[in-house]
């Protein structure tokens, strides 16, 4: 494609600029900072999946700095390098059916990674992500048993946790799956601020989980 000016100017499809467009929204919102954090949606034209390139400064984002790739991470268009926690996206896109995954390491949430098993229900809107959300244990950033961790902790939920790292969320859409992220973000707050307040875990909604299941994963309850 030839610019204005006459300069070649590399042809981009709109899921490039919508991921683009979400990363400078979420790091706008304090979710993403610097180049930490990677968002992904699958092209409703070809199923491949535009996400985030490594090295990217996510408040800066082009569509020219959102990489394709197909279902097994081949690169087929962009010239710079997926996020390298790929793999993460892709198993989580499969296993749950989502279009699109974002990831971050918004700092309410890494806080409360750090200190529980679990974010109970404190309000009513987080049951838009499922429940309580688990936290996944802490390992190597896009190894496959780190994945295989946080696809499990996903699991009929539409976010997660990972110890000591961050937050992962999906949606039906991309617009959704950013929405998850900023409701996520906001749940761990009220958390974080209620805990303290109170100098202890804060009580729970009595139709929601109790206290001896707030911080534990409880049996496989759906
Ligand atoms: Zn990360």
């Known amino acids: 494609m030839i610019g204005p000016l006459g300069a070649v100017v590399e042809s981009v499809r709109p899921v490039r600029a919508e991921v683009a467009a979400a990363a400078r929204k979420l790091a706008a919102e304090g979710l993403l900072v610097g180049t930490a954090g990677n968002i992904s949606a699958v092209d409703p034209e070809t199923e491949e999946v535009a996400v985030t390139a490594t090295g990217v400064v996510l408040a800066d984002c082009r569509p020219e700095d959102v990489t394709v790739v197909d279902r097994s991470g081949v690169v087929v268009e962009g010239k710079l390098a997926p996020t390298p926690e790929l793999e993460l996206h892709l198993s989580a896109l499969v296993a749950s059916g989502a279009r699109a995954v974002v990831h971050t390491h918004a700092p309410y949430a890494v806080a409360v990674s750090s200190v529980a098993t679990s974010l109970p229900v404190l309000h009513y809107r987080q049951i838009l992500l499922g429940g309580h959300i688990r936290v996944a244990p802490h390992g190597t950033s896009g190894s496959v ?78």
């Open 145 to 222: 048993e780190q994945t295989a961790h946080v696809v499990d902790a996903l699991r009929n939920r539409s976010a997660a946790l990972i110890a000591d790292h961050g937050a992962v969320t999906h949606g039906p859409t991309l617009a959704e799956a950013v929405e998850h992220a900023l409701l996520l973000e906001w749940c761990c707050r009220l958390f974080w601020g209620a805990s303290r307040e109170r100098g202890a875990p804060p009580p729970v909604h009595a139709a929601f989980p109790p206290p001896h299941q707030r911080h534990t994963d409880p049996p496989e309850e759906s």
